[in-house]
C-alpha cells in the first residue's frame, strides 16, 4: 500500500536550516508529481512546493521561494525539502502529499513539525 513517511522536523532558530525528508514506498515515485503542504497554528493548508519527479520541473509558493528547495531521489524514493532562511512564519505542520492529478492530493503523510523560534 502507499506510504509517505515525513521526518526532519525540529526546533530551528531563525536564519537556520532544516531538511524534510519524505519516504515513500508503495508506487512508482518517478511517475508521480509530489507536493509539500503545511498548516500553521490555526491556520488553513498552504501549497508550499512540487516536483514532477519524472523530470526537471519544481515550482515554489512565493512565500518560500528562494528560501526553500525540493528535490527527489527516484533510487531511494524520497522526497527532500531543503529550507534556509527559516523565519517564524515558517513554523507549521509540513506534509507531503501525492499528487493524483488536477491539483487533487490522493496519498499523505503524518507529516513532521517545524518551529522557527528564538
Known amino acids: 500500500q502507499v506510504q509517505l513517511v515525513e521526518s526532519g522536523g525540529g526546533l530551528v532558530q531563525p536564519g537556520g536550516s532544516l531538511r524534510l525528508s519524505c519516504a515513500a514506498s508503495g508506487f512508482t515515485f518517478s511517475s508521480y508529481y509530489m507536493t509539500w503542504v503545511r498548516q500553521a497554528p490555526g491556520k488553513g493548508l498552504e501549497w508550499v512546493s512540487g516536483?514532477?519527479?519524472?523530470?526537471?520541473?519544481?515550482y515554489y509558493a512565493d512565500s518560500v521561494k528562494g528560501r526553500f528547495t525540493i528535490s527527489g531521489d527516484n533510487a531511494k524514493n524520497t522526497l527532500y525539502l531543503q529550507m534556509n532562511s527559516l523565519k517564524p512564519e515558517d513554523t507549521a505542520h509540513y506534509y507531503c502529499?501525492?499528487?493524483?492529478?488536477?491539483?487533487?492530493?490522493?496519498?499523505w503523510g503524518q507529516g513532521t513539525q517545524v518551529t522557527v523560534s528564538s
Open positions: 502529499a501525492r499528487e493524483a492529478g488536477g491539483a487533487t492530493m490522493d496519498y
Open positions: 516536483i514532477n519527479t519524472g523530470g526537471p520541473n519544481t
